[in-house]
């Protein structure tokens, strides 16, 4: 349990820091005539610079060993 939450914080914080956030307009709080009807308000304005990421493939080569297997005899 305490592995998966330390796995849930550096999530989290990972998340918090791939990106940067600028609010370029306040917003407003709805303004409310209990009688009548009201104002929806405004939600802020935000640009959001996400990271850039580069996905690709290279073709290499591995040289692995050869092994060979010698089976015992079945009797």
Known sequence: MKKISIAAVAAAALALTACEAKVTEEGEMPE?????????????EIDVETADVEIGTEKTTIEVPDVDVTMPDEK
């Open 32 to 44: 409310l005539d209990v009688d009548v009807a009201g104002d929806a308000g405004k939600l802020p």
